[in-house]
């Protein structure tokens, strides 16, 4: 029988984890640097936190989670998302009676039983921020900075925000019923799936993928026509900061999308997306807002928040995979040209790897076989280890991936190797 990967999951390959480690770093790197501290949830948690916070009638709840009755009886369910278990994390350890705002972050795999297409997978990977604790427009506007100094950093092109407002509850409840009286003329043309939304989540019939009703939505009520006037000067406060960051960086691009509503209960004023124009229809590459009323809904204190989360398998694709896989990830290979000198080889390979320099001793086979297996696995150097070498107290570097002449160095010269090994 052949054993196969689950539909929607996939195995990440050695030969990805250079560009993987990539994403990470950058994505890591550029939180700490505005102060954000890593958090790390459980992968499952009790199913209510997900119909109580995502939303009962969503997609999510209904069709996508991954759930299951364990042998306490507890309906549990892996995370199909990250925000509803920091917020959980958040109220349960007191981080709300520590200085506010929070600023954490966090990466892992999530699961969704959705269908598998193009940059979706029934197990996949974000990386997200979560900013509580504060109510201004200012903190929309950092993680949405952190979003794109990720991208920047990682030079994938073609890079969008869409932004949108929901305004506050009572605002959404008015805009709802303008939406539910728009659309009520056109029920009979919407598609089955649609008419279903209508009834239970009107909001997405503005993001529906189905042709008739996208064109039925471009004269739909527009939710900045509906929200107060509180929710209105937070919205364009923010839209100012994004235009002041166009006119110092020409490459960040905005628009208003009046159809960006996200597809989160949880979500209010705020909600934004980026987008790539070389993904297609599923060219989101993440994607948040503003969830005041988040923190309450699960017992914590009223705490205003706003975060995003990224899915990491669309930053990877959208980079340029011959452009890391060509580095090594081995720094040297050691050519036994005598047999007797393994033992020795083994102390000198040690010394090497303690000091960061990845190494790799060759099999034991002919020198012509060594030299080809170092080739093969695409080693940055073949170090010789030879009686002549032993007594000299030397090593022999042979470049493999440029044409530099050998040279001998002082074994114990350790920075000297590295150096040379790194240039």
Known sequence: ??????????????????IWNKVQKSCFE??????????????FEDSKLFERTVGESTDIVEKEMYSFTDKGGDSISLRPENTAGVCRAFIENGLHNNTLPARLFYYGPMFRYERPQSGRYRQ???????C???????????VID??????????????????NSLGDKEDREIYIGKLKDYFKNYINDLPKVDKLRFERSPLRLLDS???????????????LDYISSESKEHHENLIQKLEKLNSMDSSFNYEVNHKLVRGLDYYNRTVFEYTSNSLGPQGVILGGGRYDPLIKILGGPETPAVGFAMGIERVVNELNKNEVENNSHIDAVLIIVDEDLRMISQEIANDFRENKIKTIIAPKKSIKAQMRFANNINSKS????????????KISVKF????????????????EIKAVLNN
Do not use: C
């Open 132 to 142: 509580i604790g504060d109510s201004t427009f200012e903190t929309d506007y950092e």
């Open 382 to 393: 073949a170090i010789f280890i030879g009686k002549n070498e032993i007594e000299n107290n």
């Open 124 to 130: 996949f990977h974000q990386f997200g921020v979560e």
């Open 209 to 223: 993928k189905e042709e008739i009703t996208i064109k039925i939505s471009e004269d739909a009520p527009k939710t």
């Open 30 to 43: 550029t939180a700490k640097l505005y102060g954000y501290q890593f958090i790390e949830t459980p992968l």
């Open 400 to 415: 493999l991936q440029s044409s530099r002449e050998q040279i001998e160095i002082d074994r114990n010269n350790i920075e």
């Open 146 to 163: 952190i979003a794109w100094k990720i991208l920047k950093n990682l030079d994938i092109k073609g890079i969008k925000l869409n932004i």
């Open 1 to 18: 029988m052949n054993y196969k990967a689950q539909r929607g999951t996939y195995d990440i390959l050695p030969k990805d984890e250079v």
